[in-house]
C-alpha cells in the first residue's frame, strides 16, 4: 500500500511528465481556423471512432467535446460571428440570419450591404461585412502586422466574410454554376476582386465538366453507412433515405443537387489549399490568416437530416477531404495551428426521433403565428395582424397597420398581451419582451456555458434594432419548422443539441490532451491572440485558454 507521502510524490512526478509532454508549444506562422457548418458534439462524438483522416489528426490536439455556442438563436450567420470576434452576438450585431426593418417593412439579410455587388451577378444579393460591429482576429493581427494576409473561404457569403473579417485581402463563397465568388464596392471591378480565384475557376468548371460529380457511397464508409437506409414520411412526402440520391430532371434541381452534396466541401478545401500555395501563406515572417467554413454538413443535415446514410458518407469524406488539407499544409515553411470548431449544431429530423420514443414534434410556424395574430385581433380590438415573424417564430416583430413601426402605445399593449398569450402554450419553455433582455444584467463573466438561464442565452442573441419584439424559446424537442421536399431537419434553438460543438486545436507537436470542461466559442480569438502576441480589444466576451499544460495566456 502506497504511503501519503509516497502517492503525493507519485502525483507530483505524473504531473510533472505530463506537462512535459505536453510543453511543446505552437509558434505558427499560419493560423488556419475552420468551421464545420451543423457539425455539432453528437455528432462528433457519433463518428470519431471511425476517423482515419483529418478528423483523425486534429482530434490528437487539445481537444474540448463539449464546446458551446452559448448565446440562444443558434443559426449560421450569429454563429460564425462569434468565431473569431471574442463577442457574443448581442454584440456582433449579428443577432440572426435574417432580421425585419420596420423603417422599410422589408426583411434583412445579416450581410445585407445595398452599397456594393456581386462579381458574378451585379443584381444578386450583395453583401459585405457592414452589419457585423465587431472585429476578428485577422482585423486585430492586421493592425499591428500590415503585411500579414488573411483570407476566408466558404460554400456559404455568411461563412467567408464572418470569420475572415472587415480587413481581409480576399472572401470568397462558391456560387454554383459560377464557381467562387465576392463582392465589389465602388470603384473596384469585378475581374479585380475575382483574380485570386480566377483561374482556380477555370479549373473548377473544366474538371466538373470532364467528370460530373454522381454522390454515391464513398467505397470506404459504403458498407457501414449502407445500413442506415430506410423509408421516410416527412411533411406527407415518402422517401427512401439512401445514395445515390435520384436525378434532378433540370438544370436548377442539378445545381441545387450539387450545391449540397460532399462537393461543395472538396471544392472548399482545394480553393483554401490553392489560396494557400498562390500567396505563401504562412512562408514568411509575418503571421497569416486563413479561415476555411465548410457548408456540407449544413446543406445535407437539413435536406436529410443528421444520422442517416447521408450524414453519415458525408462526415467520412469530409474526414477524407481534410486529411488531404492538412498533408498540403506539410508544405508550410513557418509553424501551423490548427483550429476547427462550428456555427452551432442540430439535432436529427423530428420524424425519425419521434419514431425512436422521443417525442418530438414540429410547431408549423405560419398556422402558429396566424392562430397568435386572430387572438390578438379579438383580444384587443385590433384591425390589422399585429405579428410578423418572417425570420422565423422565435423572433416576432409588433408592427402598425402598414406592416412597419408601430407607436409606442401600440408596441406596449401588443407586446404584453402576445407574450402572455405565448407563455400559456404548451409548446413554449419561455418568452420575453426583448426590451426586458436588452436591460437585464449579464450573467457573471465566470459562468460556465452549461448552467445559463434560457434569459441570458437569449440576452446573449439579441442586438437592438435587429431583434424582434418579442423573443420566444420553444421547448426541448418542439421544432418551430415545416417539412418540405429539400427541407426536413433545423436548428436554432437555446438547446445543447444546437448548442454544443466540438473545438480543436492542433499543432506539430502537440500531445493529445482532452479538456472535458467546456469552452466557449467566444474564447478561440483571444487564445490565438495570446498565442500570436496580438492584443486584442478590451471589451471581448471571452478569454484566453492557454493551449500548453502548466502554461499561462
Not at 363 to 368: E, I, Q, T
Amino acid at each position: 500500500m502506497l504511503t501519503c507521502g509516497v502517492l503525493a510524490a507519485a502525483l507530483s512526478t505524473g504531473l510533472a511528465a505530463q506537462a512535459s509532454t505536453i510543453a511543446t508549444k505552437p509558434e505558427p506562422k499560419l493560423v488556419v481556423v475552420i468551421s464545420v457548418d451543423q457539425f455539432s458534439a453528437n455528432l462528433y462524438a457519433q463518428y470519431r471512432g471511425a476517423f482515419v483522416g483529418g478528423l483523425a489528426t486534429l482530434s490528437q490536439g487539445v481537444v474540448y467535446p463539449n464546446g458551446y455556442q452559448s448565446h440562444a438563436f443558434t443559426e449560421t450567420c450569429p454563429g460564425h460571428s462569434t468565431l473569431l470576434t471574442g463577442k457574443h452576438p448581442n454584440k456582433t450585431g449579428i443577432s440572426a440570419n435574417d432580421w425585419y426593418d420596420r423603417a422599410t417593412g422589408k426583411t434583412v439579410y445579416c450581410l445585407a450591404d445595398p452599397t456594393v455587388t456581386l462579381a458574378d451577378d451585379p443584381k444578386g444579393r450583395a453583401v459585405s461585412p457592414v452589419n457585423m460591429v465587431a472585429t476578428t482576429y485577422g482585423d486585430w493581427l492586421k493592425a499591428v502586422s500590415p503585411n500579414s494576409r488573411v483570407f476566408g473561404v466558404s460554400g456559404k457569403d455568411r461563412g467567408a466574410i464572418t470569420m475572415s473579417g472587415h480587413q481581409a485581402d480576399g472572401q470568397f463563397w462558391y456560387q454554383p454554376g459560377f464557381g467562387f465568388t465576392t463582392f465589389v464596392r465602388e470603384g473596384q471591378t469585378a475581374e479585380g476582386r475575382l483574380k485570386p480565384v480566377a483561374a482556380f475557376n477555370a479549373k473548377l468548371a473544366a474538371d466538373l465538366k470532364k467528370h460530373p460529380f454522381t454522390w454515391d457511397y464513398d467505397k470506404a464508409s459504403a458498407k457501414r453507412c449502407k445500413t442506415l437506409e430506410a423509408d421516410y414520411e416527412t411533411g406527407g412526402r415518402k422517401w427512401r433515405s439512401a445514395l445515390p440520391i435520384p436525378a434532378a430532371a433540370d438544370e436548377a434541381g442539378k445545381q441545387r443537387d450539387l450545391y449540397a452534396s460532399p462537393y461543395t466541401d472538396q471544392a472548399t478545401l482545394e480553393l483554401a489549399q490553392a489560396l494557400r500555395e498562390t500567396y505563401g501563406l504562412g512562408d514568411g515572417p509575418q503571421v497569416d490568416v486563413l479561415t476555411v467554413s465548410l457548408s456540407a454538413t449544413d446543406f445535407i443535415g437539413h435536406r436529410y437530416g443528421t444520422r442517416g446514410p447521408e450524414m453519415c458518407d458525408q462526415i467520412a469524406r469530409l474526414d477524407d477531404r481534410l486529411g488531404a488539407f492538412l498533408n498540403s499544409l506539410d508544405k508550410v515553411k513557418g509553424g501551423v495551428l490548427v483550429v476547427l470548431a462550428a456555427d452551432h449544431g442540430a439535432a436529427d429530423f423530428a420524424e425519425r426521433l419521434h419514431d425512436e420514443g422521443y417525442g418530438t414534434e414540429r410547431v408549423l410556424g405560419k398556422p402558429w403565428i396566424a392562430k397568435l395574430n386572430a387572438q390578438l385581433r379579438a383580444d384587443l380590438g385590433l384591425s390589422w395582424d399585429p405579428l410578423i415573424a418572417d425570420g422565423g417564430v422565435d423572433q416576432i416583430y409588433v408592427v402598425g397597420p402598414d406592416r412597419k413601426t408601430p407607436s409606442l402605445a401600440d408596441r406596449a399593449r401588443v407586446t404584453a398581451a402576445a407574450v402572455a398569450l405565448i407563455n400559456k402554450d404548451p409548446a413554449v419553455a419561455e418568452a420575453f419582451d426583448s426590451n426586458v433582455l436588452l436591460t437585464m444584467a449579464a450573467a457573471p463573466a465566470d459562468a460556465s456555458p452549461e448552467e445559463l438561464s434560457v434569459a441570458e442565452r437569449l440576452r446573449r442573441s439579441v442586438y437592438p434594432g435587429r431583434v424582434g419584439d418579442i423573443v420566444v424559446a420553444f421547448k426541448p424537442n418542439r421544432v418551430p419548422a415545416t417539412a418540405g421536399a429539400t427541407y426536413v431537419s433545423t436548428h436554432g434553438s437555446p438547446w445543447d443539441y444546437d448548442r454544443r460543438v466540438p473545438i480543436l486545436f492542433w499543432w506539430k507537436g502537440a500531445t493529445p490532451h482532452e479538456r472535458v470542461l467546456p469552452l466557449d466559442t467566444v474564447d478561440i480569438a483571444p487564445t490565438l491572440a495570446a498565442v500570436t502576441g496580438v492584443t486584442p480589444p478590451a471589451d471581448l466576451d471571452g478569454v484566453c485558454r492557454p493551449l500548453v499544460y502548466g502554461q499561462h495566456c
